[in-house]
């Protein structure tokens, strides 16, 4: 059963209640706080704060802070009185559930309505996104569509531009080569005309003639470039560097993992010899890992409370390891050390930060631990928010999601506890 605290304080005003708890000494994170307009639930295991209120209070402008050791919570009341007393007198069983039951289900229903306003302020979001990137595009598409037409028209331009160049140049070079294709003519001819008469020509004189019959042909087509053979084909060898964790780098949570890993190495450094009790102990027990092994064995025969001395020893010689905790929290299931077995699996999940796929089958167990825990305590509430906590990591577990979905009517008040 929960310790009931009892040495609260509570102040008030026309329009507001104040109530302050003291957590003795737990951590913050580990404290659990459930309200509505009519109830109010705070849990530190093995502590517990549970009121019902003596009259509605606006649970929306309410506000609970957490802070040196302290949970201080302001109440804005629906109506400006002054109440006789913080609580109502419910003795009846029946009652409470009733006022539990309704609470859980305003909860949810606000749940509900945020995740659906959640999800349409999303939907806004998306939809003005795309109409805001389909505009961009279409500016996008216009603005090349304008460069195209300039650049066809520049184009056009100036290939109009070169063919005028290009007919000034052939009429230039025509008007150029007239008197000199003339004057070929004529040498020809001359040339012709002594050959008729057995004059004797000069060899020069027929070089000039054959140099001008070449002017006249028309421009030499230009010599071709020797081009290089084409190169040889290569391989290159390319080599990944392995990762620890199968997941695509892209598609993990790099800096988690490295965390994860740099804790892992840490604890496996940080074995403590120097407590005095432990001088008589052999090699092989000053090992963590060796003494975990022992305890999996006892364990495994049934032996828990053997099991349980292996892993407290092995605590002693290295608190960081994660695994420790959350197996001796079997063994206190087994023995019904429920408070023991809740503390050891808290502090397994506090060991298992940050959360990466290494450590997901690790903290599966240590939640359905702890939830087994508080539903042997009749803490159904928080039992249920371990096993969703276990659903969200292996959500396809048929047993899994039975048995949450036991707990979940056991709440609802369907089906006896018993």
């Known amino acids: 059963m929960p310790l009931f605290v009892k040495d609260y304080t509570w102040t008030q005003t026309e329009s507001t209640v104040y109530i302050s708890i003291p957590l003795k000494g737990i951590k913050s994170g580990n404290v ?26 606006d649970d929306d402008r309410s506000v609970a802070k957490i ?7 302001t109440l804005q009341k629906k109506r400006f009185e002054i109440w006789e007393q913080l609580f109502r ?30 999800a349409t302020k999303k939907q806004e979001e998306k939809k003005y996104a795309l109409e805001t990137m389909m505009k961009l595009e279409a500016e996008e598409r216009a603005k090349i569509q304008r460069i195209k037409e300039e650049e066809c028209a520049n184009a056009c331009a100036e290939l109009e531009s070169w063919k005028l160049r290009q007919t000034q140049m052939v009429s230039e070079e025509e008007t150029k080569h007239e008197p000199q294709a003339a004057t070929t003519h004529d040498s020809n001819e001359t040339h012709k005309q002594r050959k008729s008469d057995n004059i004797p020509v000069s060899r020069s004189s027929e070089n000039t003639a054959l140099a001008n019959s070449d002017q006249t042909a028309g421009p030499k087509k230009p010599k ?29 949570r790099l800096a988690e993992e490295e965390e994860w ?35 999996d064995k006892f364990f495994m025969a049934g032996n828990y409370q053997a099991a349980v001395n292996a892993y407290n020893l092995a605590i002693k010689l290295n608190r960081n390891i994660p695994s420790l905790f959350s197996n001796r929290a079997a063994c206190h299931l087994k023995l019904r050390n429920l408070h023991k077995a809740i503390e050891d699996s808290s502090q397994a999940l506090e060991l298992f930060i940050p959360a990466v796929d290494d450590n997901a089958g690790a903290r599966l167990k240590a939640h359905i631990r702890r939830g087994t825990a508080f539903c042997e305590l009749e803490l159904y509430v928080e039992g249920l928010q371990d096993y969703n906590a276990a659903l969200k990591i292996d959500p396809h577990n048929q047993g899994l999601q039975a048995d949450t979905e036991k707990i979940r009517e056991i709440i609802q008040g369907t089906i006896s506890n018993a």
Do not use: M
């Open 32 to 57: 659990d706080i459930f309200s509505s307009d009519e109830y109010l639930k705070v849990n530190f295991p093995p502590f517990l704060f549970e009121v019902f209120l003596y009259e509605p209070v």
């Open 67 to 73: 802070g040196n050791g302290t949970a201080v919570f």
């Open 89 to 118: 007198n419910h003795d009846d069983k029946d009652k409470q559930r009733e006022i539990r039951e309704r609470a859980i289900l305003k909860a949810h229903e606000k749940a509900e309505a945020i995740s659906k306003a959640k």
């Open 224 to 252: 071709q470039l020797d081009l290089p053979a084409p190169r040889s084909a290569g391989c290159i060898k390319i080599s990944f560097t392995p990762r620890v964790f199968p997941t695509a780098l892209r598609e993990s």
């Open 261 to 295: 890993l740099q804790k892992q190495a840490e604890a496996r450094r940080s074995v403590n010899t120097d407590l005095a009790e432990l001088d008589d102990l052999k090699d092989e027990e000053r090992n963590p890992d060796w003494l975990k092994e022992k305890g």
